[in-house]
């Protein structure tokens, strides 16, 4: 969500979460109404029962507006390509299962945020605060899919993903963000299914925005 007000403002963040699932965006503003951004997402994971190892990528082109002054409306589309691998295990009978595969996602979004900070006044300090919304569209397909070792048939879904987002400026242009938020598959799959939940936290910085909104 890079909240892109006018050209010329650049947008990066770096956020994890408690499964160290780990990714870093950008993005920029070429005019004052298109701006491109970019991902880049890795889990590397190696636990009793199982080891991960995720790398992802993606980039997008889009449209943002600023409504009343206050708020910034965003719509993107993009691609994104990357390779995933799961094996698991027991203590008993040691590796029991490994999956590998290609991944391939083309993805919209709209993100909308009250640039109208609140501000809340703890430990001897004004927090300001901004709050958002985000809700994303997913195409994925698996291909070139390995079930150990052997070839499997590809599979693919849609993934709808709406969140909130929470951002709260430590100092100058650095914010804290907490993301929460759900993931749904559309479709009925044995393997390339929707996670759980969303939940991520980091750091977020822009710079060169519009006057009066940072």
């Known amino acids: 969500m890079p909240l892109l007000t006018q050209k010329g403002e ?9 499964s160290q699932n780990t990714s870093v965006q950008g993005a920029y503003a070429f005019t004052d109404h298109l701006g491109v951004m970019g991902s880049a997402s890795f889990l590397h994971t190696d636990k009793k029962k ?16 600023r ?17 995933t691998k799961r094996v698991e295990r027991t203590p008993a ?3 029991t299962r490994t999956l590998e595969g290609n991944l391939t996602k083309y993805f919209a979004q709209a993100n909308y945020t ?18 958002g919304t985000a809700l994303r569209l997913s195409y994925v397909n698996l291909s070139n899919f390995r079930l150990d070792n052997q070839a499997r048939a590809s599979e693919d879904n849609i993934f709808l993903e ?22 749904f598959g559309l479709k009925h799959r044995k393997f390339l299914k929707a996670a ?5 936290f980091g750091l ?4 060169g925005g519009q006057s009066g909104l940072k």
Do not use: C, M
Request: aromatic share 14%; hydrophobic share 35%.
């Open 10 to 18: 650049w947008s990066g963040s770096i956020h994890t979460n408690f």
């Open 50 to 65: 199982r080891a991960e190892d995720h790398d992802f990528g993606e980039i997008g082109l889009g449209y943002f507006t």
């Open 67 to 83: 409504i009343r002054d206050k708020r910034v409306l965003e719509f993107y589309g993009g691609y994104g390509l990357g390779h």
């Open 93 to 95: 009978e040691g590796i």
């Open 114 to 131: 009250s640039k109208d900070k609140k501000t809340y006044h703890v430990l001897g300090r004004d927090w300001p605060v901004t709050y």
């Open 162 to 183: 709406p969140i909130t987002y929470t951002r709260i400026n430590l100092v100058g242009p650095v914010d804290f963000q907490l993301i929460s938020g759900s993931n």
């Open 196 to 200: 759980n939940s969303v939940f991520q």
């Open 204 to 207: 977020v910085v822009n710079v």
